[in-house]
């Protein structure tokens, strides 16, 4: 029986997840490949750029408003039987939200077709040692490893990004540690190799942790944004006490005196705005996901701040 190869692409919010998976849209172009993309927020961002950039024997499956670890595993299982069927690709590839257990995403791909070949995690190597205090999902993401991405190396100094990586080697003994730089390691090196490390700690090691997010505090809002912003008072905005606690924001946006809608891509400390994604014909109106702890409570406040970016 052919079994089909899985990858499970993990890491917390904005480390670069999405970059990755869109460097294997480019690269495996003509491949039967199958992705399924986990957002906590209610509005997926990532998943409908991916959607919109996927070669024509891809598939890309978005599961949104929670994690495929616990809050929507039913879902997540169910989409994986469906693929499986109906589908029959030749890989299978699994990116989960920014704040999953991957102990409970490997458990959930727990099926006779399939076979794991490795799990990638990706950090920002900018502010992974900050984010580690916030999350305990970020040191089991890289105790899962086989391989992890140092990613966004470019943004720190020799002596920085050696305690990065002495802190992943801290929490995973085993894995390969690759620095990157828009998660360019070499695709040959990350798969096929059928993920000893992985597979050997699933099956010694496996806790529910159905609750992570309420323990973490982590959750998400969505705010319409209806008319264009100037980039001055955003870049003011972002860099603002109201961001405060704001781990990743994303969505579509105009700015004031430039044609049409960028993605819009923030991590704290800086920001992005890529034109020509063709996932933005999709959106009606301009928008902004934020995630981080507890700002489902600042929303009315995040909103105001946001919308008084206008032009």
């Not at 100094?157 to 050696?162: C, I, W």
């Not at 998660?183 to 700690?201: I, K, S, T």
């Not at 928008?287 to 909103?303: N, P, T, Y």
Request: net charge negative; glycine share 8%.
């Amino acid at each position: 029986m052919h079994r089909i190869a899985y990858i499970v692409v993990t890491g917390f919010l904005g480390a670069g997840k999405t970059t990755l998976l869109r460097r294997l849209m480019r690269e495996w172009v003509g491949r039967r490949v199958a992705f399924i993309v986990n957002d906590l927020a209610e509005v997926d961002v990532d998943g409908a750029v991916l959607a919109a950039e996927q070669g024509e024997h891809m598939t890309v499956v978005r599961l949104s408003s929670g994690c495929i670890c616990c809050t929507i595993r039913g879902e997540f299982e169910a989409a994986v039987q469906q693929l499986i069927e109906t589908h029959q690709p030749d890989a299978l590839v699994v990116e989960s939200s920014g704040v999953t257990n991957p102990q409970a995403v490997l458990h959930g791909l727990n099926h006779p077709r399939l076979r794991l070949d490795s799990v990638i995690t990706v950090v920002d190597a900018e502010r992974f040692l900050d984010y580690m205090r916030y999350s305990a999902a970020v040191e089991t993401q890289v105790y899962m490893a086989d391989f992890v991405l140092v990613n966004k190396r470019e943004l720190v100094t020799p002596a920085q990004l050696a305690q990065v990586e002495a802190q992943v080697r801290r929490f995973n003994p085993k894995c390969a540690i690759l620095p990157t730089r828009y998660c360019d390691a070499p695709l040959d090196v990350l798969f096929g190799v059928q993920a000893a490390h992985a597979d050997r700690e699933l099956g010694q090691h496996h806790h529910d942790h159905d609750d992570h997010l309420g323990e973490d505090e982590v959750d998400s809002i969505a705010i319409s944004v209806p008319r264009p912003l100037d980039r001055e008072r955003l870049t003011a905005f972002l860099k603002s006490e109201a961001m405060r606690d704001v781990y990743r924001a994303k969505g579509f946006v105009q700015i004031a005196g430039e044609d049409g809608f960028a993605l819009f891509n923030y991590v704290p400390r800086r920001y992005g705005l890529e034109r020509g994604v063709a996932a933005q014909l999709e959106q009606g109106a301009g928008f902004v996901v934020f995630i981080g702890r507890r700002v489902a409570a600042r929303h009315d406040a995040l909103a105001q701040s946001l919308l008084a970016c206008a032009g």
